[in-house]
């Protein structure tokens, strides 16, 4: 990270607490909602510091063909009746008629105008035919026979998974809510920027703005994404800064910042750039933990090293204005190559809990101290997690539902447990996503009415992000959704409902959309 910055931002106050034990998975109480425990006196607990700022087809018309007739038309004559003669009537019998062709030649002339009108209707109708039907093939709107609503409207061009996106929110000095989502999508003979789609509550629109060079920077195709922001030193004087973390193309590690070296609006490379190689398969994922009162921070990026399938974890420490260069653990446990990687705090910001793909390719979880840099043991879930699989992890505080005396032992204290974890992630195949819960009590429980409605058929999900990774407010957070449904790669945006207030209406309810998010240059 830079060592300067500028602006300001209100502190994380009394925050941080004595690390709660990693036990907390065995219990068997928790936090999840049970109308019988809804008793009327509300919870006592205080957190702290409740508001503190995140950081972190056309169709075609059959041609129709007007058919001349093979022949002419059969014209029957009426046979002659019979006449009784004479011989002297046989004398004078008038000569035969004349006769064209052996026809007479009023029959004939008649039989040639017909054929000559049928000629004619069946030259002029198939040049109107294949007219109409060319026009048809050029110009789908013009076609009287409109397509079958049954059938799918989407475009069947090939879904390029080559595309990440991540994402921040925080709110600045003057209580502006500011939301950015990061996306990058590139091919081998097009390379792309990294985009940043910016939001601000002021505003309320979104723009976008290049964060990287396509000719400059060698942003690996298909590179993983991550985000962090902060502010340096906690130093309140300082502005909030952005860190946005991709691969170059031999697998580099890089960072890039804004402000940087106290210049609004201009992105730079930090000092974690350069630092690292990672595998072409990892994912990245980053936290940024700072404890305003002790003015301790610690910057933690978790992704897999090359040529290794288990879990590299990278700090940069900071004491005051003293910090420490970035140092690298390797974490003695084995991950899938290319396990997704995500995290969320469980009480203080410190204490998280990790989500990797384990070697069996189901879902683990194991609790992670920031601070002290500790890996516990890990929780086995039965989920599919192949690699690659888009996830993230919100969180929901649920103490507003219970008293004193029905607030589950571990979620009691601030060191504790209380927070929720609302965990989505994609199925194997893609074509659909799961939200799981857990908390310190019941374990893992499956959500999915709360995601339902905003489920659509002939989508493939290719990568998911939140706004709430160290994000202990509970209000506005957002997950961002990217899905291709055949025309080519978009962002939804979707709001979890409000937790953790004195009004408890929607919390724990569904999830709602509220648009979607331009993600090319404005």
Request: some cysteine; hydrophobic content about 35%; overall charge negative.
């Amino acid at each position: 990270m830079a060592a300067h910055r500028d602006s300001a931002h209100a502190p994380y106050s009394n925050l941080e607490v004595v690390q709660s034990p990693d036990s907390d998975l065995n219990h068997g109480h928790g936090v999840e909602i049970y109308p019988a425990q809804h008793a009327e006196k509300k919870a006592q607990m205080i957190e702290s510091d409740p508001t503190a700022a995140p950081f972190a087809r056309p169709s075609s018309r059959e041609e129709k063909i007007f058919n001349p007739y093979s022949s002419a038309p059969e014209v029957v004559i009426e046979e002659q009746r019979p006449h009784a003669t004479s011989e002297r009537q046989d004398a004078y019998l008038p000569p035969p008629p004349r006769t064209i062709c052996g026809i007479r030649p009023r029959i004939f002339w008649i039989i040639v105008g017909i054929s000559a009108v049928i000629i004619i209707a069946a030259a002029v109708g198939g040049g109107v035919g294949a007219s109409l039907s060319n026009r048809a093939k050029q110009d789908p709107a013009s076609s009287t026979n409109p397509p079958d609503s049954s059938s799918p409207t989407n475009s069947t061009r090939p879904v390029n998974r080559d595309v990440s996106i991540s994402a921040l929110r925080w709110a600045d000095a003057a209580d502006v809510s500011q939301y950015r989502l990061f996306f990058h999508q590139s091919t081998n003979t097009t390379p792309a920027p990294i985009l940043e789609s910016a939001w601000s509550s002021d505003s309320r629109k979104w723009t976008v703005l290049p964060v990287t060079d396509a000719n400059v920077d060698s942003v690996k195709v298909g590179t993983p994404m991550a985000a962090s922001a902060g502010i340096p030193h906690t130093n309140t004087s300082f502005e909030v800064v952005k860190n946005v973390y991709f691969l170059q193309t031999v697998g580099t590690l890089m960072e890039r910042q804004s402000p940087y070296k106290e210049r609004a609006r201009v992105w730079g490379y930090d000092n974690f750039s350069g630092l690292y190689t990672a595998s072409l398969a990892s994912s990245i994922f980053s936290y940024w933990y700072q404890n305003f009162d002790t003015h301790f921070q610690v910057l933690a990026n978790f992704f897999q090293e090359l040529g290794a399938n288990s879990l590299s974890v990278a700090r940069y420490v900071e004491n005051g204005t003293t910090g420490e260069p970035w140092e690298i653990t390797r974490q003695s446990i084995a991950i899938q190559d290319g396990s997704s990687i995500a995290a969320a705090p469980v009480g203080s910001r410190r204490d998280l809990r990790l989500y990797l793909g384990g070697s069996d390719g189901t879902m683990k979880q194991y609790p992670y101290n920031v601070e002290k840099n500790t890996l516990g043991n890990a929780a086995n879930t039965a989920f599919e997690l192949p690699p690659h699989t888009p996830l993230c992890v919100s969180t929901e505080d649920n103490r507003n539902w219970f008293t004193e005396e029905t607030l589950p032992e571990c979620a009691r204290t601030n060191t504790g447990a209380f927070i929720t974890h609302l965990i989505l992630f994609a199925s194997p195949d893609r074509q659909s996503l799961t939200l799981v819960s857990w908390n310190c009590s019941s374990g893992f429980l499956v959500q999915q009415d709360r995601i339902s409605k905003l489920l659509k058929p002939d989508r493939t999900y290719l990568g998911l992000t939140t706004t709430s990774a160290s994000n202990l407010t509970f209000v506005d957070q957002r997950v961002y959704v990217l899905f291709d449904g055949g025309t080519g790669p978009q962002v939804e945006e979707w709001q979890i409902p409000t937790s953790g207030g004195a009004v408890k209406t929607g919390q724990n309810g569904p999830w709602k959309l509220l648009g979607n998010v331009p993600i090319e240059l404005s």
